[in-house]
Structure formats: C-alpha cells, structure tokens
Nanobody, 125 residues
Framework: QVQLVESGGGLVQAGGSLRLSCAASGRTFSISGYAMGWFRQAPGKEREFVAAISWSGGITNQADSVKGRFTISRDNVKNTVYLQMNSLKPEDTAVYYC????????????????WGQGTQVTVSS
C-alpha cells in the first residue's frame, strides 16, 4: 500500500517561509519512477495545481500565482519531495496535498495515481 505523508505545514505571518515535505512509503514503492506534485485547496474553492517536478528533477512547473516564490525539489534516495514556500501571502492559505503519477502531464491536470492526506498552511496578515 502506497502512502504519501505531508508535513511541515503550520501558521506563519505574511512574508514568512515554510518548507513542506512529502514522504512516500510502501513495500516496494519508489518515487523515482513518478512525477511528483503539490496541489492546494482553500476553503470554498476547488483544488488547484501548485507545482510539479519530473521523475529526474530536471523539469519543474509552477502555477503563475507562486512563480518566483515557491520551489519544488525532490530527493529520490530519501523518497521525499519538498515545497519551499517563501514570501507567503494570506491567499496562500490552504490545505496542501502531495500527489504522484508516472506522467507529468496527467499529474498537472489533477489526475494522479496517489494523493497524500494534506497539511494545513495558514498565512496571517
């Protein structure tokens, strides 16, 4: 059974930073064969794409709303994906979800094979 477990969320003031982690586990599961991504869902809104990274780490995509502020990275040895979030704004407040799919194109449209349970990020003004 594959599990994606997010951590690192919390309460931060506007302008601050947080680093989210997504640790993958499963008997034989390795993220090295998967594109990995982050999505978020704010109260009353639909889940939206935030960032994705190819299996090798050579290609990354970010939503326009987070470009220049958020950076996605991965460590295939540690089976972990990260989202460094800087210059946080109140509108970044949401539950952040980790996701995995072999194809980055499918991941980006919100059709991953696996989802994490989410971690809350709250940015105060």
């Amino acid at each position: 059974q594959v599990q994606l477990v997010e951590s690192g969320g919390g309460l931060v003031q506007a302008g601050g930073s947080l680093r989210l982690s997504c640790a993958a586990s499963g008997r034989t599961f390795s993220i090295s064969g998967y594109a990995m991504g982050w999505f978020r869902q704010a109260p009353g809104k639909e889940r939206e794409f935030v960032a994705a990274i190819s299996w090798s780490g050579g290609i990354t995509n970010q939503a326009d709303s987070v470009k220049g502020r958020f950076t996605i990275s991965r460590d295939n040895v540690k089976n972990t994906v990260y989202l460094q979030m800087n210059s946080l704004k109140p509108e970044d407040t949401a539950v952040y979800y980790c996701a995995a799919h072999p194809a980055m194109t499918r991941l980006r449209v919100g059709a991953p094979d696996y989802w994490g349970q989410g971690t809350q990020v709250t940015v105060s003004s």
